[in-house]
């Protein structure tokens, strides 16, 4: 398999994260897919934004959970961007997807959206969280899942079979061999984040990964020549 490069939230190390701005400029770079995140709005909308509070990539303040989309629409998310809703992103790039999801409440809405689409070839569902991963496979027959792992040990690689994720997106500065081993054994591609340096890239191509999420572009660059 090919060396990927997902761009993180679009490529926030450039513009704003999780805008059409951002997805766009990814695409335009080359990157292989695209990442981005899920939550619900108060009145159930699918919206694309990191946190759970808008107070850190807006200029509004409060959690996404306690407002309506029609109250999202109006913060400006970065340079005059706006909130995007998931549908917005599946028609605004063609890119391949990666939908990280929070809990059980967003798999869901995300369910209906895959299932209406028919995204299953083109988005692969990311989480922290084995409840998520193991309801939106419930839900989307077929649909290719990732478990996310900030703080990990090799049981990390147990968790992942144990809900049928094919993938680790694993931080990089806590990977060891024994865990990539392991995860081979189980047949598991693996990811590494945050990979934005020369030195990050030099490991995980050391460590043969499958591939890297960046916040910048320039990585797809120089991944392919970099072993």
């Known amino acids: ?39 619900l709005s108060k ?13 850190r990539t807006t200029d509004g303040s409060g959690p996404i959970a306690e407002k309506t989309l029609a109250e999202l629409r109006v913060l400006d998310a970065g340079r005059g961007e706006r909130i995007p809703v998931f549908d917005e992103v599946l028609d605004a790039v063609t890119a391949p997807l990666q939908a990280e999801i929070k809990d059980v409440a967003a798999a869901r809405a995300l369910a209906e959206v895959m299932n209406r689409r ?7 569902v990311l ?20 478990l996310v792992a900030s703080r990990y040990g090799i049981d990390v690689v147990e968790r992942a079979t144990a809900v049928g994720a094919t993938s680790l997106v694993l931080n990089i500065r806590r990977l060891t061999l024994e865990v990539v081993e392991r995860a081979r054994k189980a047949d598991l591609r693996i990811i590494g984040w945050v990979v934005n340096t020369q030195d990050h890239l030099r490991l995980v191509r050391a460590l043969e990964l ?8 320039e990585i ?3 991944g392919r020549f970099t072993a």
Do not use: C, W
């Open 1 to 39: 398999m090919n060396f990927l490069t997902i761009g993180h939230r679009g490529i926030m190390g450039v513009e704003p994260e999780n805008t059409l701005r951002s997805f766009i400029a990814a695409q335009q770079a080359g990157l292989d897919l695209i990442e981005l995140d899920l939550h």
């Open 43 to 55: 009145d159930g909308a699918l919206v694309v934004m990191h946190d759970a509070d808008v107070d």
């Open 118 to 124: 028919d995204l299953v070839g083109r988005v692969e």
């Open 127 to 146: 989480s922290f969280h084995d409840e998520a991963i193991a309801e939106i496979a419930r839900l989307v027959p077929g649909v290719r899942t990732a």
């Open 210 to 217: 499958d591939g890297a999420t960046t916040d910048y572009p």
């Open 220 to 222: 797809k660059r120089t």
